[in-house]
T-cell receptor, first 113, second 114 residues
Framework: GNSVTQMEGPVTLSEEAFLTINCTYT??????LFWYVQYPGEGLQLLLK?????DKGSNKGFEATYRKETTSFHLEKGSVQVSDSAVYFC????????????FGAGTRLFVKA | DVKVTQSSRYLVKRTGEKVFLECVQD?????MFWYRQDPGLGLRLIYF???????EKGDIPEGYSVSREKKERFSLILESASTNQTSMYLC?????????????FGPGTRLTVL
């Protein structure tokens, strides 16, 4: 079945550092891929998405490229801020088999001033 | 502004009590979901619904039931709460079909069962 694997956290960075959070997936067909973010005390919200191979999703300085050849969707940001401290979830929704979205375990990011 | 609301942010119940968690969305979405979130385990799907009065079991339905009498409202019921149901519960909704439709989440209910 479909699955998502993302790097374990926590990840601790200093402000203005470069961020990469790795995400790989297993799926049949052509899934859509998502990154969600959860700020402290809140629910998840969509950060960015990509719906086909080689698409790049981007939002708030974050980017991720849908790489079908490596089955990956790594999240990157060139210069993190303290306000980026949150938990980041990689997710997959297949185009077969119904409505379920598969979430990774989440990666907690701490950014120090 | 689209919105998913949950009836309580924090809830404390005793073992054996019947617990109702309510979720309402104002986006006319067909699909609604209940997840629980536990440290190190990410989000696990409890139940989902793709239409009024329709429901499907997710990955961990044991000990839970759901009700969807109206399109905008999806309720999660713990028939007899137990301490291992202490968790964060997240409700979400999305449009039907099309794999690129993302989910919209409520703020969560942190449930403690004593």
């Amino acid at each position: 079945g479909n699955s998502v694997t993302q790097m374990e956290g926590p990840v601790t960075l200093s402000e203005e550092a470069f961020l990469t959070i790795n995400c790989t997936y297993t799926a049949t067909g052509y899934p859509s891929l998502f990154w969600y973010v959860q700020y402290p005390g809140e629910g998840l919200q969509l950060l960015l998405k990509a719906t086909k191979a080689d698409d790049k999703g981007s939002n708030k300085g974050f980017e991720a490229t849908y790489r079908k050849e490596t089955t990956s969707f790594h999240l990157e940001k060139g210069s993190v801020q303290v306000s980026d401290s949150a938990v980041y979830f990689c997710a997959l929704r297949g185009n077969t088999g119904g409505f379920k979205t598969i979430f990774g375990a989440g990666t907690r990011l701490f950014v120090k001033a | 502004d689209v919105k998913v609301t949950q009836s309580s942010r924090y809830l404390v119940k005793r073992t054996g009590e019947k617990v109702f968690l309510e979720c309402v969305q104002d986006m006319d979405h067909e699909n609604m979901f209940w997840y629980r979130q536990d440290p190190g385990l990410g989000l696990r799907l409890i139940y989902f619904s793709y239409d009024v009065k329709m429901k499907e079991k997710g990955d961990i339905p044991e000990g839970y039931s759901v009700s969807r009498e109206k399109k905008e409202r999806f309720s999660l019921i713990l028939e007899s709460a137990s301490t291992n149901q202490t968790s964060m519960y997240l409700c979400a909704s999305s449009r039907r079909e099309l794999s690129y439709n993302e989910q919209f989440f409520g703020p969560g209910t942190r449930l403690t069962v004593l």
